[in-house]
């Protein structure tokens, strides 16, 4: 279920702009990057990336921010980008608050946490939320589940038959109600393209559902590119904290 991408070997001599933040996570060696114009940014948000996608590729669209006193912590989950190990819904989830951890210590930070999530990325900032209480979460493209996911691609009779050996379910929907009832005053924005193809459109609807609070925009003609075909969405979604 996971597409770990690896960098080409010559990165990180392109990285001399980039805070690399080391860290062990599940026994393994990670980094993840940090970004700020500020060396002692108020705002963080953390920036956890799709399936197939690796953090440095949130860096195009950061260029030109010009968000005052933010940083940012780009996070690769285990197996993807330098980093060791293998992901999964627990060391991808791990991985970030570890990764959030050692840039606290590293860089002397305490700031006011955001967390924003594509796709898959959404569903572990859900997770990860319950343990960072978040000033604002941004979720884009999200699912409701995996064996809801699961259904779409086999079909719901296979999905069943399966269920039982689901490692990573990822119930975004059940964990996003404990979420809202733990921390009511976490400001929750969805984005969602009416044209995705890959996570459906009436998943992101439904998630808006659970409660009056959460704020949704539907972005016709966008499909599951959704930061990337619609970059302006992306950086709105940035001051929205």
Known sequence: MYFPQRYPSNII???SSIETIRYVSSGQPQQAFFVSESS???????????NAAVALQ???LLAG???PDTGYLLVDYPGYGMNSGYPSQKNNCQGVLDAFSALKKQLDLSPNVSILGHSIGAAVA?????SLYPKSLVLVSPFTSM???SKRVIGSIWAWLISPFLWDPYRSEVTLKTLITTYPDTQILILHGQSDNVVPYAM????????????FQALVGVGHDLPYAARDHFLAA???K
């Open 13 to 15: 001599h392109q990285l």
């Open 40 to 50: 002692k940014p108020k705002y963080l948000w953390i920036l956890l990336g799709g």
């Open 58 to 60: 949130w860096l195009p």
């Open 65 to 67: 921010a010009n968000i």
């Open 126 to 130: 859900i997770d990860v939320s319950l």
């Open 147 to 149: 064996y809801a996911m």
């Open 204 to 215: 992101g609807q439904k998630l808006a559902s659970i409660s009056p609070s959460i704020e």
């Open 238 to 240: 940035l001051r929205h």
